[in-house]
């Protein structure tokens, strides 16, 4: 039977792209994101391309459910899930910018769209994830690893998921369930680079050594840790940003 992964976020610019990595693989693919017309163009455009297969999952990670509506509807309809990635981002108005100007209204509902909808997503995966030694990845940042201007809230946000994994990893291996980060800083052709505007983007290229990295650089990492190649490693925040940060 053929290893099932659920991307929430798969719809994105880094979730997309894991998936078509991972339907290449043989990998099938449940697809989560916001907007049914993102998530069923992907379905569609990965249809037939490939040896593994892919559908589409819509839920708003918002409400409190969200986490076991999804994961019920991944396994009713694979009957099993054996990797777990979350790259969905989440970021409300009032969290990116200098601290003062941030509001502080917004805290609460951040950090629990950034760490607790991990933590659900976890909890409502674990039964899966334990019958054949499946992965948990959690998609972060640099800002909760390394320390920079306008980021003190995302990077709170991003060392609450990333103290969450690591410490679920430990006890999860008794399990032989294995969990990770994947950090990546700026990333070139993605939304949030969009976002970003190219000032910034152009900024952070010409720190990066090796270049900025595209979700095609990306991809690839996130499914090998998924692997059999990949059995002894777990707890690991690896991040992926063209020698930017170090
Ligand atoms: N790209 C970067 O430069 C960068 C840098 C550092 C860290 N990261 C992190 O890497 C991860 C992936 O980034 P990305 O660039 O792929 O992001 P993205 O292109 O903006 O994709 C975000 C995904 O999350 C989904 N989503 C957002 N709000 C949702 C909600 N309320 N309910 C359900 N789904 C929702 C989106 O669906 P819709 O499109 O339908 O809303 C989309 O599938 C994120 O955690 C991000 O913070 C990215």
């Known amino acids: 039977m053929k290893r099932v992964m659920l991307i929430a976020g798969g719809s994105g610019s880094i979730g997309s792209a894991i998936a078509r990595e991972a339907v290449a693989y043989g990998w099938t693919?449940?697809?989560?994101?916001?907007?049914?017309?993102?998530?069923?163009?992907?379905?569609?455009?990965?249809?037939?391309?490939?040896?593994?297969?892919?559908?589409?999952?819509?839920?708003?990670?918002?409400?409190?459910?969200?986490?076991?509506?999804?994961?019920?509807?991944?396994?009713?309809?694979?009957?099993?899930l054996d990797a777990v990635i979350d790259c969905t981002a989440t970021g409300p108005a009032g969290i990116v910018g200098p601290f003062s100007d941030t509001d502080p209204d917004a805290y609460g509902t951040f950090l629990d769209l950034s760490v607790g909808w991990l933590q659900r997503l976890a909890h409502a995966a674990w039964p899966f994830l334990e019958q054949d030694g499946g992965t948990l990845i959690s998609f972060v940042s640099d800002a909760g690893v390394f320390a920079a201007p306008r980021q003190a809230m995302i990077g709170a946000a991003r060392a609450g998921a990333i103290g969450f994994i690591r410490n679920f990893a430990m006890e999860a291996a008794r399990s032989g369930v294995r969990a990770h980060c994947i950090s990546p800083s700026f990333v070139e052709d993605s939304e949030s680079a969009r976002r970003m505007g190219s000032a910034r983007m152009e900024k952070a290229a010409r720190r990066a050594g090796l270049g900025l990295p595209t979700a095609r650089d990306i991809a690839p990492l996130a499914v090998f840790l998924c692997s059999d190649d990949a059995a002894r490693i777990t707890g690991q925040v690896i991040s992926v940003n063209g020698g930017l940060n170090c």
């Open 29 to 80: 693919v449940a697809i989560h994101g916001r907007s049914e017309d993102k998530v069923h163009a992907l379905v569609a455009d990965l249809s037939g391309e490939a040896s593994g297969e892919a559908e589409g999952f819509v839920v708003d990670v918002r409400s409190s459910d969200a986490a076991e509506l999804l994961v019920a509807d991944v396994a009713e309809q694979f009957g099993r």
